[in-house]
């Protein structure tokens, strides 16, 4: 029996050696299950899909050739792998499959492992819309209806949901910090070891510094947002660590630049863990 509170400190570094021994040992069989680049279609490219690419997707304007090419194949692969399906009155077109593959596989460009592994279906709604949750399912089977409509969701069940008219404004504008594609499929890059905490699959050896820095930042975040100070960062990403990385993500590629200069930790963690480096892409007078 425990009788005093210092009794409770061994207990308490053993439960968190465990836990980040875990966490270790978790990522190192993921990456090693996965550490293999994807398995890229060799068909060819529909000659299409450069056009749709060239005018939906700006952000691959600055791309090497390489890059637009290997962009492209993981758009295949995605377009091929994963179920798209209309809701609310919208009929799925091939541009809206490469539009949002393209968007979705920029963040993939230079990670190692499978295409979103645990994603399975993408809904495209024609605008803002108040989805069906299964929320409360495994008491009642209820489905509960949140009370805002929303853009974008991405659910632990394989399903990203998105507004197209949504799409096409944040992929028009690629220096606004505001692209619910690279929000929603941070998302599930965040949940792939299970668990939507801010903390996606890492190097071994990154948990420690990447869990500092983010956690610094996002407390940052609260305080600039709660005194309504102006920052590279959506005040949403205040919400919770794991929208915190999402919203850290839109900034990364769309504000690279600013985001840099006014959060150079931050920058470097997800520099370290997409792989790219966009802020070496852009002019400083787009920025």
Same mark, same amino acid.
Request: with cysteine; net charge negative; glycine share 8%.
């Given at each position: 029996?425990?009788?005093?509170?210092?009794?409770?400190?061994?207990?308490?570094?053993?439960?968190?050696?465990?836990?980040?021994?875990?966490? #270790?040992?978790?990522?190192? !069989? $993921?990456?090693?299950?996965?550490?293999?680049? *994807?398995? +890229? %279609?060799?068909?060819? &490219?529909? =000659?299409?899909?450069?056009?749709?690419?060239?005018?939906?997707?700006?952000?691959?304007?600055?791309?090497?050739?390489?890059?637009?090419?290997?962009?492209?194949?993981?758009?295949?692969?995605?377009?091929?792998?994963?179920?798209?399906?209309?809701?609310?009155?919208?009929?799925?077109?091939?541009?809206?499959?490469?539009?949002?593959?393209? #968007?979705?596989?920029?963040? !993939? $460009?230079?990670?190692?492992?499978?295409?979103? *592994?645990? +994603? %399975?279906?993408?809904? &495209?709604? =024609?605008?803002?819309?108040?989805?069906?949750?299964?929320?409360?399912?495994?008491?009642?089977?209820?489905?509960?209806?949140?009370?805002?409509?929303?853009?974008?969701?991405?659910?632990?069940?394989?399903?990203?949901?998105?507004?197209?008219?949504?799409?096409?404004?944040?992929?028009?504008?690629?220096?606004?910090?505001?692209?619910?594609?690279?929000?929603?499929?941070?998302?599930?890059?965040?949940?792939?070891?299970?668990?939507?905490?801010?903390?996606?699959?890492?190097?071994?050896?990154?948990?420690?510094?990447?869990?500092?820095?983010?956690?610094?930042?996002?407390?940052?975040?609260?305080?600039?947002?709660?005194?309504?100070?102006?920052?590279?960062?959506?005040?949403?990403?205040?919400?919770?660590?794991?929208?915190?990385?999402?919203?850290?993500?839109?900034?990364?590629?769309?504000?690279?630049?600013?985001?840099?200069?006014?959060?150079?930790?931050?920058?470097?963690?997800?520099?370290?863990?997409?792989?790219?480096?966009?802020?070496?892409?852009?002019?400083?007078?787009?920025?």
């Amino acid at each position: 029996m425990i009788h005093r509170v210092t009794d409770l400190i061994p207990v308490v570094l053993l439960a968190l050696a465990c836990f980040v021994g875990g966490y #270790v040992l978790l990522s190192r !069989l $993921l990456r090693g299950l996965s550490s293999q680049q *994807p398995r +890229l %279609r060799k068909e060819p &490219i529909p =000659p299409a899909w450069y056009d749709i690419v060239d005018r939906r997707v700006p952000l691959a304007h600055d791309l090497t050739i390489d890059e637009r090419e290997r962009l492209l194949r993981l758009a295949q692969r995605f377009v091929a792998e994963k179920h798209f399906e209309g809701c609310g009155g919208v009929t799925v077109t091939e541009e809206m499959k490469v539009t949002i593959a393209a #968007v979705a596989c920029l963040l !993939l $460009l230079h990670l190692e492992g499978p295409c979103y *592994p645990t +994603l %399975r279906t993408v809904l &495209i709604y =024609p605008h803002a819309f108040v989805p069906k949750r299964a929320a409360g399912a495994s008491r009642t089977g209820e489905l509960m209806r949140p009370a805002i409509p929303v853009v974008g969701q991405s659910w632990g069940l394989g399903v990203v949901i998105v507004a197209w008219d949504e799409v096409v404004r944040g992929a028009r504008d690629a220096t606004d910090g505001h692209n619910v594609v690279l929000h929603e499929f941070a998302h599930q890059l965040d949940g792939e070891d299970g668990v939507g905490d801010g903390v996606p699959l890492l190097a071994t050896g990154a948990l420690r510094t990447w869990a500092r820095v983010l956690g610094q930042e996002y407390e940052r975040l609260r305080d600039d947002s709660a005194a309504q100070r102006l920052s590279a960062l959506d005040p949403y990403g205040a919400t919770s660590k794991t929208e915190f990385f999402a919203v850290a993500t839109e900034s990364f590629f769309e504000r690279p630049l600013q985001l840099e200069r006014e959060h150079p930790e931050l920058y470097a963690e997800l520099k370290r863990f997409y792989g790219q480096d966009p802020a070496r892409r852009v002019s400083p007078t787009t920025a």
